[in-house]
Structures are given as C-alpha cells and as structure tokens.
C-alpha cells in the first residue's frame, strides 16, 4: 500500500525559482522523512520532522508537517540545476509494524538553468 | 566507508532463471531492507531485516527469499524469474533504534533486472 502521496506528480520550474512538493498520508505517524533521488541513483536521505514538530529547515530546504491534515511539505528555496531529481516522502503506517518504511510514488522536479 | 553496496548493476535473466542480489554495508547497520521500483510505483517493501538471523516480509515478498546471517550481507534471492520481476531493486541499511522512520536509510546504487 502507498502511504504516502506525493503533489503534484511532477513539476518543472526555472532556475532561482522555489519549488514546493506536497506528501499526504494516511494513518497517523511518528516521523516523516523526505528523499532525493537523482536519475538512475539510490535514494538520498534528505531530511526528517517528527510528529511533534511543526517546521524544520535544512539549508534550502525547509518541511513543514500538518498531523492535523495528515500532510507535510518540502519547500527547495532558490532552486538549482542541479536540484533536479525525484522526491519522496517515507512513513511508517499505524498498524504495519514499526519496520516497514512506506515511500510514495514521488514528485518529479526539473529544474530548468 | 564504502557505504551500501549493490551488486550486479545491471542483469537479464531468463523466466524459470534464478539468481542472487548482493548486498553488503560496512557500516554496522542492524537494520536492512530491500525494495523495487517500477515506473509510477514508487518503492515498495519486499523484505526486511533487523539483524543477523532474522528476517520479514515486506509488501512485496512473493517470489523472493531473503536470509541474513552476518550483520554486513543481505542477499535477494529470486527463486525463479518472472517477467513481472523486471523492476530496479535497491538494498537500504540503516541504525534500528525500535522504527524504520526513527533513522535514516542509506541506499544502494541499484540493480536494474530485466526478466525476458
């Protein structure tokens, strides 16, 4: 099963521009985690909020978590080149037990110089 | 460290053909998983370990065995290919601490299997 969703499916924007993807889940969760992966490559772990967090900021990046609306947010600011690549949010679903990791299908951003 | 490594890169099989992923992190990790990916799929879950001898389902076991008897190795085995298992396979290991989402995951480079 798909916990998370990401929104939308893919997006395209120009260089400088801030991208924004969106991750909807379905059960309640502890943590949330979002990924990278560049073409052909494994995934990159990239950030992680906990269910008791409302906000959290990596560099260009910043989270945002919603447990009320079941959603959460990854904002790139001043996007790059090279910040092209896919992006996926990970939970754990109430009830699939404490090691199953569930990935969404991913936001496809391209970043255009 | 060298990370997660996965190995082959790529491979082709034959349906009834059967084969084994390699997998191999050097980074203690208790906690190892395997996933495919398939075009607008995303990954999904075929098995999982939380350290040397055991071992469980994902969402996706059918037609893969796994074992783990040292800490470092966690092979895919496909019993006997099927064209439905043509997919990108990636091994993940990461610090246990009582959930997967409690701790990053460091993934493989890849296996991308073509089952003809």
């Known amino acids: 099963s798909q916990q998370g969703e990401e929104d939308p499916q893919a997006l395209s924007i120009q260089e400088g521009e801030n991208a924004t993807m969106n991750c909807s889940y379905k059960t309640s969760i502890n943590n949330l985690q979002w990924y990278r992966q560049n073409s052909g490559r494994g995934l990159v772990h990239l950030i992680l909020?906990?269910?008791?967090?409302r906000e959290k900021h990596s560099g260009r990046l910043r989270v945002t978590l919603d447990t009320s609306k079941k959603s959460s947010s990854l904002l790139i600011t001043a996007s790059r080149a090279a910040d092209t690549a896919s992006y996926f949010c990970a939970t754990v679903e109430s009830g699939a037990g404490s090691y199953q990791l569930t990935f969404g299908k991913g936001t496809k951003l391209s970043v255009i110089p | 460290n060298a990370g997660v490594t996965q190995t082959p890169k790529f491979q082709v099989l034959k349906t009834g053909q059967s084969m084994t992923l390699q997998c191999a992190q050097d980074m203690n990790h208790e906690y190892m998983s395997w996933y495919r990916q398939d075009p607008g799929m995303g990954l999904r879950l075929i098995h999982y370990?939380?350290?040397?001898?055991?071992?469980d389902q994902g969402e996706v076991p059918n037609g893969y065995n796994v074992s783990r008897s040292t800490t470092e190795d966690f092979p895919l085995r496909l019993l006997s290919a099927a064209p439905s298992q043509t997919s990108v396979y990636f091994c993940?290991?990461?610090?246990?601490?009582?959930?997967?989402?409690?701790?990053?995951?460091?993934f493989g480079p890849g296996t991308r299997l073509t089952v003809l």
């Open positions: 370990s939380v350290g040397a001898g055991i071992t």
């Open positions: 909020i906990r269910s008791n967090e």
């Open positions: 993940a290991s990461s610090y246990t601490k009582g959930r997967a989402d409690n701790n990053e995951q460091f």
